[in-house]
């Protein structure tokens, strides 16, 4: 039978909190608009609309997946990030607003938007930071590298769903060990968090994203790093710019990675919760 869209919610946020997730009604919030075609501010302005049936059929299909800890993103199919709409698969990793703060350490960087710049992105995934950059930079192209053929394919069409599909290429490979020529700006948010590390996580990125974005090759979660820095070192152009995202407590060590490759000491740019998320720097410097 049909149900008062506020009595919904409420029953909804409550299986949620049970369940564990955090800001449970936040996230009621969201599939119930999702489940019923309404915006987030209709469930508050209209607590009297009757649900469907047909409608609670679907929100409880959602429900019982955000339950098992599944991400709401995930559910959905899509990401918001930066200005962009970006479409998920299981082979992608579901960016986080921290990255955000990759993209905004490159744009400090380039002093001319104009610049017919060529970027390249290690361990592309969605596209995520190659997809943005391209939309702030109009006269930029890039490439973007991933390992799984699945998240390639998912960045490309990003690309093309955001508008800067023409300006973009993606290739299935390890790193730049494939790439020749060079590069304005190179950057990666690559795998670093310690394979120990992986079982403290949350539900949400323990069980959902892939293991192939999450885990850092070595004990330490650095190895991505210390195979992705020497070939941006040979792909830069002089001066050319490398800014990778790193994990709590990395910076340092990824920092002395940088300038053992011939770059200047990096620029540390921290996320909103202040940690040290982004290292940038230029090719060539001492």
């Known amino acids: 039978m049909e149900e008062p869209l506020g009595q919904v919610l409420q029953t909804v946020t409550c299986r949620l909190d049970a369940a564990g997730v955090d800001n449970p009604r936040f996230d ?29 059929e679907v929100l409880e299909t959602f429900v019982r997946r955000r339950e098992a800890r599944e991400p709401v993103a995930r ?34 960087n380039i002093p001319d ?3 017919p710049l060529r970027i ?17 930079l109009p006269h930029a192209y890039g490439v973007g590298i991933d390992l799984a053929p699945a998240a390639a394919a998912m960045a490309f069409c990003n690309a093309h769903a955001n508008g800067v599909g023409d300006r973009a290429s993606f290739i ?9 020529g060079t590069f304005d700006v190179i950057v990666s948010n690559p795998p670093y968090i310690p394979l120990s590390d992986i079982a403290t996580l949350e539900p949400e990125v323990r069980l959902y994203d892939p293991a192939l974005a999450l885990v850092g090759a070595d004990d330490d ?28 407590g990395q910076a340092d060590a990824v920092a002395a990675l940088f300038t053992a490759h011939g770059f200047s000491v990096p620029t540390r740019y921290p996320d909103l919760g202040g940690v040290e998320r982004c290292l940038a720097s230029v090719s060539g410097g001492s």
């Open 221 to 248: 979660g650095l190895g991505c790093y210390r195979a992705l820095i020497p070939d941006a070192a040979r792909l830069l152009s002089p001066g050319g710019l490398l800014a990778v995202e790193v994990g709590i």
């Open 172 to 180: 299935v490979g390890s790193w730049g060990q494939s790439l020749v």
């Open 28 to 56: 009621a919030r969201q599939l119930i608009a999702a489940a019923t075609g309404l915006s987030a501010r209709s469930l508050s302005l209209h607590p009297d609309r009757p649900v469907s049936v047909a409608e609670q």
């Open 120 to 136: 390249l992105d290690l361990g592309t995934g969605s596209g995520a930071i190659l997809v943005a950059l391209l939309r702030e």
């Open 75 to 108: 559910i959905m199919g899509h990401r918001g990030f930066w200005t962009l709409e970006l479409a998920l698969n299981a082979a992608t990793l579901d960016p986080r607003p921290d990255t955000e703060t990759l993209v905004e350490a490159v744009l400090r």
């Open 113 to 115: 938007p104009d610049i």
